[in-house]
């Protein structure tokens, strides 16, 4: 007897679907009617179309959160956190939609965002208990005197969110922004914007109208949010140069705004000779992020820097542990590594890979399509170089792709300023038995966030970030929390005890 067929997660999740923006509680298209077309990256099909918003939208939106802050302010902390449990409760129940909205959007095995969508819940109640712990400070700066700190939200935070982990930062992103009395205005990437769109629905059901605002465009939609005169406060997850366009015109738009940039990386991976070489090279794989989101990713440990006396074995193990991934759809249950965001990203990719050899670094393996997969997809086999030096190209810059490159050292110092010689300080991670040495050499490495036996990995509370042009700003602890609050200092002078005790007993 044959076997029911799985539904189609195409039809049942995107065909017949409208995706519409979410503004002031009501779900609307863009002004000008100008529209975005979705391809499919496992298969390159148009899968619908979204909304581009104009000026007028950003505008729109803008003013609707504005309108809506003081009261969501004066819900206090206890009010927001309610709302926060509601949106928990429905992000759960649409857990399979999410998810595999991000696998069909954005080309991540769907395996992997179902497990984003579960993180999601962590921070949904993690934020809130450290938002009911935050206090002021009493300075004793001069007798007589009372000096305090108090805290208020900015008002209406502008938030753009990256296409590597859509669902994920559409939900845990703003989050620190809203439980401290700000409203939100959040505009996704434009390659992967269908799960966020879903996400308005349940934002608009757990949350008050105009509290949470989402538009979705391209490169002028984000313009008009960053310039935007009401937009205190900005903060932004993605590349370097888009990074630095934000502080270019934020500071041209002529109004003071705090802005925290969570950018790239091109991560180091330091491998001391007598660590144990399979618990190594497992780390080396999952620190790239290949089965969660292709190698697309900031925090990927992409130069990987070996010990010569372990080196040829170090590479050998590898390049057969990433024989045993299986690239594919990325809505198949078997898949483990999807294709990647866009065509155009793929070329990028594959440039990458023919600089290397070009430049004379050796391609162990992958690089190139896998076979028996959809024509159209954007696929790429992860492609493991070694003898990279630093003066190639995927040796120095970022690939945000399947690409390892293994690096040969054998001097410790020389080492560490190959680890430290780029403008990049997102990650680092040590692997060595020796504590020691551990810690000596992670506190020689420029990184913001350094993992000693670990890689990749995010601890809430703990604060993430980076050095360079890797950003400003830390995320995920209370550092992030305080950084969507205007600190003010009330000074009280006070009057003599004595003559107020006379006067009341007089």
């Known amino acids: 007897m044959s076997q029911p067929r799985s539904p189609d997660p195409i039809a049942t999740h995107v065909s017949g679907r409208e995706f519409k923006m979410l503004i002031a509680g009501k779900f609307v298209d ?17 899968l619908t179309e979204i909304p581009v918003a104009c000026a007028a939208d950003v505008a729109a939106a803008v003013a609707a959160a504005r309108d809506a802050q003081p009261a969501w302010e004066a819900l206090g902390v206890a009010g927001r956190s309610a709302c926060f449990g509601r949106f928990a409760d429905l992000l759960i129940e649409n857990r399979e939609r999410l998810a595999m909205l991000d696998a069909i959007d954005c080309g991540n095995p769907v ?9 999601c819940r962590a921070y949904l109640e993690g934020w809130p208990a450290l938002a009911q712990s935050m206090n002021g400070d009493v300075f004793p700066a001069s007798p007589g005197n009372l000096h305090y700190t108090a805290h208020r939200p900015y008002g209406v935070v502008g938030r753009i969110t990256a296409f590597n982990h859509p669902v994920m930062f559409a939900v845990t992103r703003p ?25 308005a629905e349940l934002f608009a059901e757990a949350f008050p109208p105009g509290v949470v605002n989402i538009v979705t465009g391209d490169a002028a939609s984000g313009d008009a949010l960053v310039t935007h005169r009401d937009v205190k406060r900005l903060a932004f997850t993605g590349s370097v140069s888009t990074g630095l366009l934000i502080q270019r015109r934020a500071a041209e738009s002529g109004h003071v705004k705090h802005l925290s940039l969570e950018l ?27 089965d969660v989101c292709q190698g697309q990713s900031c925090g990927s ?7 010569s006396r372990i080196y040829d074995e170090f590479v050998a193990t590898m390049a057969a542990k990433l024989g045993a991934y299986r690239v594919g759809v990325a809505y198949d249950e078997s898949t483990d590594i999807g294709p990647v965001v866009s065509r155009a990203h793929r070329k990028r990719i594959i440039g990458y890979v023919e600089s290397g050899v070009a430049e004379g670094a050796t391609l162990v393996r992958g690089g190139g399509r896998p076979s028996g997969l959809p024509a159209g997809g954007n696929f790429v086999e992860p492609a493991l170089f070694a003898d990279v030096t630093p003066k190639m190209r995927i040796g120095r810059e970022e690939i ?9 050292w054998d001097n410790y110092d020389s080492m560490i300023a190959e ?15 020796d504590l020691d040495v551990a810690h000596k050499t992670a506190d020689a490495l420029d990184a913001g966030y350094v993992w000693v036996n670990d890689s990749t990995r995010h601890y809430f509370g703990t604060p993430f970030g980076g050095s360079g042009n890797s950003g400003i700003g830390r995320e995920e602890s209370p550092d992030e929390l305080l950084s969507y609050l205007e600190q003010k200092v009330v000074h009280t002078r006070l009057g003599d005890p004595r003559s107020a005790l006379a006067r009341m007993l007089g």
Do not use: C, Q
């Open 175 to 199: 989050l620190p922004a809203l439980i401290t009395g700000n409203t939100l205005v959040m505009k996704p990437s434009d390659e992967t914007s269908l799960s966020t769109l879903a996400l």
């Open 400 to 408: 945000f792709g399947p690409v390892l490159s293994v690096f040969r």
């Open 111 to 119: 395996k992997a965002m179902r497990l984003d969508v579960d993180l």
């Open 264 to 290: 790239g990386g091109k991560n180091a991976m330091v491998v001391f000779p007598d660590v144990d070489l399979d618990a190594a090279t497992e780390g080396a794989i999952y620190g790239m992020n290949l």
């Open 30 to 46: 863009g002004a000008e009617g100008t529209t975005k077309e979705v391809f499919d990256p496992s298969t390159g099909a148009l």
């Open 419 to 433: 680890a430290n010689g780029l403008d990049l300080g997102l990650t680092a991670s040590v692997w060595t038995n």
């Open 301 to 307: 440990n992409s130069r990987i820097l070996v010990h």
